[in-house]
């Protein structure tokens, strides 16, 4: 059946059993659904005339077993005049990997075989890069490879260096693989073959490491140590954010500010509201 509004979830954070709208401050997405139409605390009179600004950090979901939302945003629908300013903030990387080969000039042929993991969808796929004299080739045959993997189409590999004896592929995923969160690859089997004595450990000679961590959807941020301390590398003054396809079991934190001017009044109901829309179809 196609995508609904009842698949889509919008959750506390701050740990699977965090059900506390005052806790939810990032880190792990809850098992609880937001209840009560409230996120922030009501403020004190000194609060506000002071002023005050602080965070929470809330998890969108989509619990489709199959469909995806396309052309999907979250945004501000309203929020009341004179209160309290909310916006939208979001912590964007594209992902990116580095893929090392060790005694690059002993090898002679072969192959090696890499996995890559969702852990949304809970699938493994293997896929196999052939080996070629050329490095170049290699990153060619590598990019052919992974970018064959459903929605990794829009990955690219570059070959950085070739110096000395060893090869370093950068992975980078782009498009759209890109502003997402994705498990390290791993290595499944190394079948290189190489002159006498160069590669005692296979798993030595085809390393992998993370660059850096995509970024928002399916990351889990960092949980702050109190409700006014601003989230790292997060971009506010955003009334609406593009998501592009968010797939099934997709998540991606969204975090809120409140910026409470000093001297503000009391308003009775003050609040926002935030939504997410998107097609069911393209």
């Not at 009560?36 to 002071?50: H, V």
């Not at 998890?59 to 052309?71: F, G, P, V």
């Not at 005049?81 to 080969?101: H, P, R, S």
């Not at 490491?209 to 949980?223: A, F, L, R, Y």
Request: proline residues 4%; glycine residues 8%.
């Amino acid at each position: 059946m196609p995508i609904s509004a009842s698949d889509i979830s919008y959750l506390y954070s701050g740990g699977n059993a965090n059900y506390d709208p005052d806790l939810s401050l990032g880190g792990d997405v809850s098992s609880y659904m937001i209840t009560g139409n409230r996120i922030f605390n009501d403020l004190s009179a000194d609060q506000a005339e002071t002023g005050r600004t602080d965070y929470r950090c809330i998890y969108i979901s989509n619990d489709n077993a199959t469909q995806s939302l396309y052309e999907a945003n979250i945004f501000i629908n309203s929020q009341v005049t004179g209160g309290a300013n909310v916006t939208l903030g979001f912590y964007e990387e594209d992902e990116k990997q580095n893929v090392i080969l060790s005694n690059a000039s002993k090898i002679t042929g072969g192959s090696f075989t890499l996995i890559y993991t969702d852990v949304y969808l809970g699938t493994t796929t293997p896929f196999v890069v052939n080996y070629n004299a050329n490095p170049s080739i290699i990153a060619s045959n590598f990019q052919t490879a992974i970018s064959a993997i459903t929605n990794l189409d829009d990955v690219t590999v570059t070959l950085v260096s070739s110096a000395g004896d060893t090869y370093l592929f950068e992975v980078n995923y782009l498009g759209g693989a890109g502003k997402r969160y994705h498990e390290a690859l791993t290595l499944q089997t190394n079948n290189l073959t190489y002159s006498s004595g160069a590669c005692a450990i296979p798993a030595d000679c085809v390393t992998i490491t993370k660059v850096t961590s995509g970024s928002p959807i399916n990351s889990i941020p960092d949980e702050l140590d109190a409700p006014t301390t601003a989230p790292a590398y997060v971009d506010f003054a955003l009334t609406s954010y593009s998501v592009g396809t968010f797939r099934n079991y997709d998540i991606i934190p969204v975090w809120i500010q409140r910026i409470v001017p000093a001297n503000t009044l009391a308003i009775e109901d003050d609040g926002v509201t935030i939504r997410m829309r998107g097609k069911a179809i393209v």
